[in-house]
């Protein structure tokens, strides 16, 4: 039976964790990327239906492509980190259940009615989201994730002609404390939550 | 600096976490619901709008009015967990941003467009519903998400007259073993993600 993961783990992943404004030049290995990616899929989603995709922006060429359509304060820290991550959904998940669900064959028609899919799509590549940034902290990286963008125009500079569509944008690196701001107030339990 | 987390609890918390179908008779106490809270609520939200509401139905008069509405496959599975978590969402969390965000006076505004604020609503919620399941794991408590129920009629049952809507429910607790499926396949590297 799984025990409480030690105090030191639960800081690094939840209490002490901070979205990072400012990087430290120190690089992400490909390697690492890959193992990132070897935690995340393991998530749970619906139907195991896995809609996101993500980008690496890793190059130079690939954050030319990316920068001018960021809002203004996101562009240095996207230049300055090792790894922006585009979180993308394929809206045209429900193709791929025969093979990720291939226990109930009809899944695929679970999924036709479009708004039903849509928000299945939004949901479930968010929740991959999340898992990306907590395999994140898991692997000993920061997190800065952003919604600060142009969607329309990421879409089409690296998404035209398919079924996929940005989500929100993620650094990852090694964080310098400089530039983070103090923790902002959480709702306590009985603002946010009941026990019915 | 952060360091990796060891073997055993990337298992817990990735590898070897499996969605529970089948709950063991063990109780969870109120003091873990509200250590799972607080470790929760300290995962990011853009500009930290913290928009998940959640409802942790424990009691058997909770259950009675939470079940007629889930997917006859689901019930069952309700009934016997300790815990069930209706993730819920805020749609009017912009009126809390001079608590939450309190540095930039003006947040509240950039949500004044109906879409972009439902879109936010939806998207950071749902992180939030991701970053419970990973903190039941963290505290060595198992998670059954589940999207299969009537979200009109669970909205008129838990939100009528609120801002709230449900988006999906997860239960918690000690999962037995059986009526775990095999684990279904998940995409390589090179079918979900790209270096670029």
């Given at each position: 039976m799984a025990e409480k993961l030690n105090d030191a783990a639960l800081d690094q992943l939840f209490r002490e964790a901070r979205t990072i404004n400012v990087w430290k030049d120190k690089p992400v290995a490909e390697a690492q990327v890959r193992a990132l990616y070897d935690l995340l899929k393991f998530g749970p989603t619906s139907a195991n239906c896995c809609p996101a995709r993500f980008r690496f922006i890793m190059s130079d060429k690939a954050k030319d492509r990316l920068?001018?359509?960021?809002m203004e304060g996101n562009q240095k820290k996207v230049r300055q980190a090792p790894v922006t991550v585009?979180?993308?959904?394929?809206?045209?998940?429900?193709?791929h259940l025969p093979k990720l669900?291939?226990?109930?064959?009809?899944?695929?028609?679970?999924?036709?009615d479009r708004d039903v899919a849509d928000e299945t799509a939004f949901r479930n590549g968010t929740l991959q989201g999340a898992y990306l940034m907590l395999a994140a902290r898991s692997l000993g990286l920061d997190c800065g994730p952003m919604s600060g963008f142009d969607a329309d125009a990421v879409n089409r500079e690296f998404?035209?002609?398919?079924?996929y569509k940005v989500n929100f944008l993620c650094s990852i690196g090694y964080g310098s404390d400089e530039g983070i701001f103090p923790r902002s107030p959480r709702f306590d339990f009985e603002e946010a939550a009941a026990i019915l």
């Open positions: 920068v001018p359509h960021l585009m979180i993308a959904t394929d809206y045209a998940f429900a193709q669900f291939p226990h109930a064959p009809d899944a695929k028609n679970w999924f036709s998404f035209a002609g398919t079924t």
